[in-house]
């Protein structure tokens, strides 16, 4: 701890310094979950990017959301501590494949997971996040044609809460989240039958989840699929002695942090995202002392991209 103290008054005072704001997503290693200005899911954090004063942006997370900051705020300088923090799931489509794709089903509306490069949102017209993809769809005229990507769980989730029959999903996935499979569920509800379980929609076993509660075999009420920030507005205001997360590992720190009460318990242990966790507090300081690592997006691009991710943010506020 005093290790770490040293270690964050130093973050604070450079990031004052340089006039910079530090946000952090719910997966990344709890120090510099603690330490950041600003903690949250994606879409959260899109908006805080957005909406904040601060010259600079330091983006501990994943490059597409360093991209998507950069989008939003392009006059800011965006810093990423490291630019190899990829996402398999933002891997698993091109902007060309999502051109051909487009070309062979002329007048659908393309939306994109956030989870996304920026060339991909620049061939989308309306972006969305965990928490808000079924209002997205929801905003899109009935007899019109859906193309969503990437994601084919958080797609199938979106399809089965709107109705929605016209919605073509891209096989895309995570693989964090797809190997967190039935299997895993089975046993954890298994061994821990009172618990309540929270399930992010770009899991392998979401749809399985569902078919248990509907088999009466997981109660209804005890049973969320969320984002991460809806997952952490759950833990604060349950009574559970026990709750499953079915999530990536990093979420943990904010549950306990809200909730001491209440055991949260991962569904797969092993589900840790190894690019999030390529942002450490030694990275972190070094951005904040060089000002190295600045995201780029160039002006066409990001233009286009702009428009699907101001889209999104626009929706619910
Ligand atoms: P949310 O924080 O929007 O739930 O996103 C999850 C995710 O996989 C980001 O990498
Ligand atoms: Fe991408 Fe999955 Fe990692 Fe999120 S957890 S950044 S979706 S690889």
Redesign the pocket.
């Known amino acids: 701890p005093a290790e770490y103290g040293a270690w964050a008054a130093e973050v604070r005072r450079l990031a004052d310094e340089r006039g910079a704001v530090v946000l952090a997503h719910n997966?990344q290693v709890p120090e510099i979950q603690d330490v950041a200005h600003f903690t949250g899911d994606s879409l959260y954090l899109s908006r805080v990017a957005a909406e904040t004063d601060a010259r600079e942006i330091v983006f501990c997370g994943?490059h597409f959301m360093a991209e998507t900051a950069k989008i939003l705020s392009p006059e800011k300088t965006v810093l990423l501590p490291d630019h190899a923090a990829g996402?398999?799931?933002?891997d698993s489509i091109t902007a060309a494949q999502l051109r051909e794709w487009k070309a062979e089903h002329p007048g659908a509306v393309v939306v994109s997971y956030v989870?996304t490069t920026a060339a991909v949102k620049a061939e989308t017209d309306i972006c969305c996040t965990s928490s808000n993809a079924a209002d997205v769809v929801r905003s899109i005229p009935a007899d019109t044609e859906i193309l969503f990507c990437p994601d084919q769980f958080l797609g199938a989730h979106v399809k089965r809460v709107t109705g929605r029959e016209n919605i073509r999903i891209w096989a895309g996935e995570?693989?964090?989240?797809a190997g967190i499979s039935p299997s895993d569920v089975r046993a954890q509800i298994a061994a821990h039958p009172d618990a309540e379980v929270l399930v992010h929609p770009?899991c392998g076993c979401t749809t399985s989840v569902l078919d248990l509660v509907s088999h009466g075999d997981l109660p209804a009420d005890r049973t969320r699929v969320l984002s991460t920030g809806g997952m952490v507005d759950a833990a604060a205001a349950t009574r559970a002695p026990q709750v499953l997360v079915a999530t990536?590992l990093g979420i943990l720190h904010q549950l306990r942090a809200v909730n001491s009460g209440t055991e949260f318990l991962p569904m797969n242990d092993q589900a840790a995202?190894r690019?999030?966790k390529m942002i450490t507090p030694a990275k972190l300081l070094h951005t904040l002392r060089t000002g190295e690592g600045a995201v780029d997006v160039g002006p066409d691009v990001a233009a286009r991209a702009r428009r699907a991710v101001e889209a999104m943010v626009a929706i619910g506020e």
């Open positions: 997966y994943v996402c398999s799931l933002a989870n995570c693989h964090v989240h770009e990536e995202c690019y999030m």
